[in-house]
């Protein structure tokens, strides 16, 4: 029993030893430290070497800039490659072009179509105004003629006219066939109107249209005159002769001009041609037919 208690103490003691030991050189240690530091101060040498750190991570600035120039420098970056890429066209490039082109034909078909459709469907809504006919002059009973010129409203919807011109005069024949005999009136090409009447000068053309009314304008024939004014005197009866010979036509020709009532809408042409005179050798010259140029005959 006493040998173990003695062990245990002389164990004990050993174990406790180093610390005093530790404690007693950190001591000294640190008494030699501030020894070196008081002497440092009391003698300052002029030029002191440079302590280099002991973090070797802890370098100034320019100096990580240098390393990293001479990293980059000894290790460039690789160069980037681009893989080339071929502009030849194969089938399926010259399909999408054919494909592109064929709609855009097909599409300016339809909005050709379309704008035939609506202009079909705007032609079937709108009015004409059709010149139906000339009445015969009346040779023995008026000394200055006047020959009624008739229209109508073909149509649905109101008109009113806005200009207008018409000419009755006698022209000169001139032979289209010289085997078959056949005269016409020797009128140009274009037609000659003169100033158009409109409806400042003449208001009283231009009430409103309804649809299938009839009207009539009555001019006056420029150049002839059965009957001279205050005597018996027949002086256009050379020409009435001449007319039923085919040496003469008596011509009536003009053109209304229209819209309708209710709008701004586009003007519209109504243009007529009536010979009266003998054609044909064995014609008759006794009626008002439509004749003259093609010019002289349209609508719009």
């Known amino acids: 029993m006493k040998y173990l208690v003695l062990a245990v103490f002389f164990v004990a003691m050993q174990a406790s030893q180093p610390a005093p030991r530790e404690a007693a050189q950190n001591h000294s ?25 002991d973090n070797p991570q802890a ?22 490659s681009v893989k080339p890429v071929s502009v030849a066209k194969d089938i399926w490039d010259y399909f999408a072009i054919g494909a592109t082109v064929v709609l855009t034909v097909i599409t300016l078909i339809l909005a050709i179509l379309a704008k035939i459709s609506a202009d079909i469907a705007s032609n079937a809504q709108r009015s004409w105004v059709i010149c139906t006919g000339v009445e015969n002059p009346d040779f023995k009973n008026a000394w200055i003629q006047r020959i009624p010129c008739k229209f109508k409203v073909y149509g649905s919807r109101p008109i009113r006219i ?15 066939d010289e085997r078959k005999g ?23 053309m231009g009430p409103i249209r309804a649809p299938e009314e009839e009207f009539e304008a009555v001019p006056v024939l420029e150049s002839m005159f059965l009957y001279e004014a205050g005597t018996d005197k027949i002086s ?45 050798p064995l014609g008759r010259s006794d009626e008002f037919i439509t004749g003259g140029p093609p010019s002289y005959n349209e609508a719009t």
């Not at 370098?59 to 980037?80: G, L, Q, V």
């Not at 256009?236 to 003469?248: H, M, S």
Request: hydrophobic content about 25%; overall charge positive; aromatic content about 8%.
């Open 29 to 53: 240690a640190e008494n030699k430290k501030q020894s070196n530091s008081r002497r440092a101060d009391e003698n300052p040498t002029p030029n002191r070497s440079v302590v280099q750190p």
């Open 182 to 204: 056949i005269r016409e009136p020797d009128l140009p090409r274009t037609p000659d109107y003169s100033k158009p009447d409109t409806l400042e000068n003449q208001p009283e």
């Open 236 to 280: 256009g009866a050379e020409n009435v002769a001449a007319i039923k010979e085919g040496k003469k036509f008596l011509c009536a020709y003009g053109f209304v001009r229209y819209r309708e009532a209710y709008s701004r809408s586009k003007r519209r042409e109504t243009r007529f041609c009536y010979v009266y005179g003998k054609r044909y």
């Open 59 to 80: 370098t100034t600035p320019n100096a990580t800039k240098r390393d990293d120039h001479k990293i980059a420098s000894a290790d460039p970056p690789e160069p980037i």
């Open 162 to 176: 806005v200009e207008s011109n018409f000419r009755v005069r006698l022209v000169n024949a001139r032979i289209t």
